[in-house]
């Protein structure tokens, strides 16, 4: 246990241009949406999703549904359907 909180410290030291949680989970009635930051910044970069100085992105269902989530899914084979991003 001990040696995995040292081994995420020091991933977290790594990043020092650090953001505020790992991950983020959006309720919905449908389900909520856990969106995993890290995961995502690891395998694609920051600019594939922020422009200049990443910042918050507000997330709606819109935005979710097309360009801010969906849309990158079906370019890069990320989870499309329904019960992929909602989870009851
Ligand atoms: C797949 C898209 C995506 C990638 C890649 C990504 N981000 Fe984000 N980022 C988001 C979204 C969506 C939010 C809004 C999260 C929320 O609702 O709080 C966000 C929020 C942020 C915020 C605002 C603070 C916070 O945590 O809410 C910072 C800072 C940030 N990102 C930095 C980064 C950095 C640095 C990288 C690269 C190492 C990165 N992001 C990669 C989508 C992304
Ligand atoms: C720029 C491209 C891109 C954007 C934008 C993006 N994703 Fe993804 N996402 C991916 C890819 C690629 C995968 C598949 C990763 C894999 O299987 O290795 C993925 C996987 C996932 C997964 C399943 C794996 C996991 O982490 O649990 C979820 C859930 C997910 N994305 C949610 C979201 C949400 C919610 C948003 C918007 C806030 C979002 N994604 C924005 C590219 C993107
Ligand atoms: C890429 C992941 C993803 C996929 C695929 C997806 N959603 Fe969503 N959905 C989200 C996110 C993220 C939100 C935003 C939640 C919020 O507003 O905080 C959302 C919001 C919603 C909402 C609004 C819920 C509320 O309480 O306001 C509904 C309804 C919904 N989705 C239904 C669906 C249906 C039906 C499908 C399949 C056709 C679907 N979603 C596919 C990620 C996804």
Redesign the pocket.
């Given at each position: 246990m001990k040696k995995l909180i040292i081994a995420v410290m020091l991933v977290a030291f790594a990043?020092t241009?650090a953001?505020?949680?790992d991950s983020?989970t959006y309720d919905s009635k449908k389900g909520a949406v856990t969106?995993n930051?890290k995961d995502?910044?690891d395998k694609?970069?920051?600019e594939?999703?922020?422009e200049g100085t990443?910042?918050?992105?507000e997330?709606d269902k819109n935005a979710a549904h097309g360009a801010?989530c969906k849309d990158c899914h079906k370019e890069k084979g990320g989870p499309t359907k329904c019960n992929d991003c909602h989870k009851k």
């Amino acid at each position: 246990m001990k040696k995995l909180i040292i081994a995420v410290m020091l991933v977290a030291f790594a990043f020092t241009v650090a953001y505020a949680a790992d991950s983020v989970t959006y309720d919905s009635k449908k389900g909520a949406v856990t969106f995993n930051h890290k995961d995502h910044a690891d395998k694609l970069g920051c600019e594939a999703c922020h422009e200049g100085t990443p910042a918050k992105i507000e997330i709606d269902k819109n935005a979710a549904h097309g360009a801010a989530c969906k849309d990158c899914h079906k370019e890069k084979g990320g989870p499309t359907k329904c019960n992929d991003c909602h989870k009851k």
